[in-house]
């Protein structure tokens, strides 16, 4: 089993910054992919950021240049910077992963248990 444990997020003003954290830990042989998606209420949950293990990146057009997803793959661990946050990214953000638990295993998708970000003033 694997467990995600996020952290980062809170209520910040309308142009502010917020870094979201997710750690990755248990049974974990290689981690291929890791990302952010974010859900708001009455609507669907969408990829905001995503990194696979040999560094490449993709994100969501309404975050393009104000977010940055990064990883520490030494840790497990991968980081959302959020820049000049609009009230439009008030959601529950989720940590994502697909992970080998095994040699022998396929890849495994887990999800963390959500953390809310609120972009008010």
């Known amino acids: 089993q694997v467990h995600l444990v996020e952290s980062g997020g809170g209520l910040v003003q309308p142009g502010g910054s917020l870094r979201l954290s997710c750690a990755a830990s248990g049974s974990i042989f290689e981690i291929y992919r890791m990302g952010w998606y974010r859900q708001a209420p009455g609507t669907e949950r969408e990829l905001v950021a995503a990194i696979i293990s040999g560094g490449s990146t993709n994100y969501a057009d309404s975050v393009k240049g104000r977010f940055t997803i990064s990883r520490d793959n030494a840790n497990n661990t991968v980081y959302l910077q959020m820049n000049n946050l609009k009230p439009e990214d008030t959601a529950v953000y989720y940590c994502?992963?697909?992970?080998?638990?095994?040699?022998?295993?396929?890849?495994?998708?887990?999800w963390g248990q959500g953390t809310q970000v609120t972009v008010s003033s």
């Open positions: 994502y992963t697909n992970v080998r638990p095994h040699w022998y295993s396929a890849y495994n998708s887990f």
